[in-house]
């Protein structure tokens, strides 16, 4: 076993000697059109018995990609539309700061119901913003637009960002966006997962929150796969760990 590993599962181990669980759970962004990686990614849900919350745009989905979810999958609300609205200099951003809360959520609430129509028993209504980053103006308002939770990148700040409101982020990105769009490789995912882990052990970061592994299954290459393979093998038959379903995080029977 590398020393990365090594390192990672020891980490596991502290949080198992004091008697506490480590939660994971997995997001995968971007789905929207029926394709070879989103039915390996769905077939990996299914094979590992790992559940899956795949962020689906609503504007862009095909009804063909929801047909054959199984149980594990749940859907997310990723944006409207994923088109990038940023002013110059600002940030890609699908909520930019200038448009107004109004306007954008009513696009967020008509997305809403189209998607819950499509996805029907799966869909849980928590948005995850394309490119995770969303106004606070509008965050605030997302519960009176029918949304439960927000999920973005990074440790939270509290787990009920807003009145009606949970958040629960990720923290471990598997692609490289800025180095050719491949696998960030397997120490500096396993670094960054133990360091939120050790964050959390610490109390620097949300004891309560749990350890978000992020995925884009349409730029997967072949060691991003495995990775996520071995990972889950690692770790699915150790007993401190628990996978967590959307639907337990975000508080939605």
């Known amino acids: ?4 590993w090594q390192i990672f599962l020891d980490e596991i181990a502290r949080s198992q000697d004091a008697g506490r669980k480590v939660e994971f759970w997995w997001r995968d962004d971007d789905a929207a059109r029926p394709d070879p990686a989103l039915s390996r990614l769905i077939a990996l849900a299914q094979a590992s018995s790992v559940p899956l919350a795949l962020a689906v745009v609503p504007m862009q989905a095909e009804k063909e990609i929801f047909e054959n979810l ?3 999958v749940s859907v997310l609300q990723h944006g409207t539309d994923h088109a990038n609205r940023a002013a110059p200099g600002e940030k890609k951003t699908e909520f930019a700061a200038a448009e107004l809360p109004a306007e954008a959520l009513a696009r967020l609430s008509a997305a809403r119901r189209q998607l819950e129509t499509l996805a029907g ?7 995850a913003p394309p490119w995770n980053r969303l106004p606070k103006p509008l ?3 997302l519960a009176g637009a029918g949304f439960r939770g927000l999920s973005q990148y990074g440790a939270r700040t509290a787990a009920d960002a807003f009145p009606g409101l949970r958040q629960v982020n990720t923290h471990v990105d598997i692609i490289a966006w800025r180095t050719g769009r491949a696998f960030v490789g397997t120490e500096e995912a396993l670094r960054a997962a133990t360091a939120h ?16 592994w992020l995925s884009h299954h349409a730029v997967h290459d072949e060691a991003a796969w495995e990775f996520l393979e071995r990972l889950f093998e690692s770790t699915c038959r150790l007993p401190a760990v628990a996978w967590r379903r959307a639907e337990e995080l975000f508080h939605i029977s």
């Open 139 to 141: 965050a605030q308002q």
């Open 70 to 72: 199984g149980p594990f």
């Open 1 to 4: 076993m590398s020393p990365v």
């Open 121 to 127: 028993k799966h869909f849980v209504p928590v948005l």
């Open 197 to 212: 882990l050790a964050a959390k052990r610490a109390k620097t970061a949300d004891p309560g929150e749990a350890t978000g």
